[in-house]
């Protein structure tokens, strides 16, 4: 059974940051294509940034330059640093794998506000 499971969201002020984590578990980790994906109230789900086995990644424009997105292949996790959080990055975020995306998380809140 596949499980993915984020942690990291929260509260921060504008122009703060937060570093998410996603531990998988029930796939070849080193293998999968993982990305992270957010979906804000009232909006469509989006892709945030992927990152494909061998390290090659991509964002979303409105994030270029401010969230970078990793991986350990040693230790499974994948990691999205958040830095220079807008009001507009309010959402749930959501870590998924395979391209389809074939799996997903459960999603982690994060605000943005003084």
């Known amino acids: 059974q596949v499980q993915l499971v984020e942690s990291g969201g929260g509260l921060v002020q504008p122009g703060g940051s937060l570093r998410l984590s996603c531990a998988a578990s029930?796939?070849?980790?080193?293998?999968?294509?993982m990305g992270w994906y957010r979906q804000a109230p009232g909006k469509q789900r989006e892709v945030v940034a992927t990152?494909?086995?061998?390290?090659?990644?991509n964002y979303a424009n409105s994030v270029k330059g401010r969230f970078t997105i990793s991986r350990d292949h040693a230790k499974n996790p994948v990691y999205l640093q958040m830095n220079s959080l807008k009001p507009e990055d309010t959402a749930v975020y959501y870590c998924?794998?395979?391209?389809?995306?074939?799996?997903w998380g459960r999603g982690t809140q994060v605000t943005v506000s003084s």
């Open positions: 998924t794998a395979g391209f389809g995306p074939d799996y």
């Open positions: 029930g796939i070849v980790f080193s293998t999968c294509h």
């Open positions: 990152i494909t086995q061998y390290g090659s990644t």
